[in-house]
């Protein structure tokens, strides 16, 4: 296996318009213990859900594995021939929105994607590598993966990016404004959403996004104000019937 399909380094366009699903005009569904099965239960992932679990509100953490699931779903099933790891992925998208929590984005002047980015390496070396010991090859691979997917999952310029950060791309985007709505069967996300209930995500991602600007007006976010995102973010065609549901339902996370 080539280094850069390791931990999926493969550059891929990053404008998702000219990528080549395999059911552009709608997916078939995928069964979601298959989806499932692919959350990975390895040490490396068990010391970090449990590292994240006190310092993210349920709801991020909810979201996080909901974008995981979209794109683990949107690759299997549209782009088979894609290379990435279950793992490294996995961790790119527990970790991606550590930065925007209320302290954390209080704890620095960066943007909160670069401060998370940061935070994620650092505990991920310092997690695999016995004290005293220099970080092995594969150590560093990974950290950089999910650093630099974690580092470009809100950079929707063109050029390339990494399979994993065209993956979490994708699968914060349908997660969050509805983007490539035809690329998940409705059934899949349904189940995706059963599994992870949204619990009004819509308006938490949309007032941590907002804190982030006001806290740090130079924040690479300030660009939602400039696209008009928020208008994308409370349109969620995909999310809003999930949450008026859950509402009418009273179902807690």
């Not at 560093?140 to 990016?161: M, P, Q, W, Y």
Request: charged share 20%.
């Amino acid at each position: 296996m080539s280094h850069f399909h390791a931990h999926g380094f493969a550059p891929l366009d990053r404008n998702p318009a000219l990528l080549k699903p395999k059911y552009g005009d709608g997916a078939p569904p995928l069964e979601f213990a298959q989806l499932k099965a692919m959350i990975p239960d390895t040490p490396l992932a068990r010391a970090s859900l449990e590292h994240l679990k006190p310092k993210l509100p349920k709801e991020t953490l909810h979201h996080s594995y909901r974008a995981f699931l979209h794109a683990a779903a949107i690759a299997t099933v549209q782009f088979p021939d894609w290379q990435w790891d279950k793992e490294s992925f996995f961790l790119a998208c527990m970790f991606h929105d550590l930065g925007c929590t209320k302290e954390n984005i209080r704890a620095t002047k960066l943007s909160f994607e670069f401060y998370g980015a940061f935070l994620a390496r650092e505990f991920l070396i310092k997690s695999s590598t016995e004290d005293g010991a220099s970080p092995s090859q594969n150590t560093l691979d990974l950290a950089d993966s999910v650093a630099e997917a974690i580092c470009r999952h809100t950079n929707f310029i063109e050029g390339k990016i990494t399979t994993h950060g065209q993956m979490i791309q994708l699968g914060t985007l349908f997660d969050n404004i509805g983007s490539t709505p035809t690329w998940i069967h409705p059934n899949t996300a349904s189940a995706i959403v059963e599994a992870y209930p949204r619990h009004g995500w819509t308006h938490c991602f949309s007032a941590a996004m907002q804190d982030e600007v006001a806290v740090k007006p130079w924040s690479h976010t300030s660009f939602f104000n400039v696209e008009k995102i928020w208008d994308k973010v409370e349109a969620n065609p995909i999310a809003k019937p999930f949450e008026e549901r859950e509402a009418k339902l009273g179902i807690k996370i």
